[in-house]
């Protein structure tokens, strides 16, 4: 997932923020800002060797992506 920072003011790029990961996908269900600038959401994440699992992804203006696994499985659907 790939978002953009604009400075309010000059609407200048600030940040593009990737949410990327070799080792398996990321499909994103719903993301949206807060009063703050922060990106915060639900994303699905599995492939490879990783079986599918819900994550909370959290974006700051600056700072790119935090991931806080929510549920884990050991078989996927």
Known sequence: M???EIDESSFKL???PILWNAQYAYQYAAI???ARGELGGI???GGGTKYLSCTAVV???GGGW???PLD???ADP
Do not use: F
């Open 32 to 34: 949206a800002p807060n």
């Open 72 to 74: 884990s499985s050991n």
């Open 59 to 61: 974006g700051r203006p």
């Open 2 to 4: 790939m978002a953009v």
């Open 14 to 16: 600030v940040d593009q």
């Open 66 to 68: 935090e991931t806080h």
């Open 43 to 45: 994303v699905d994440e």
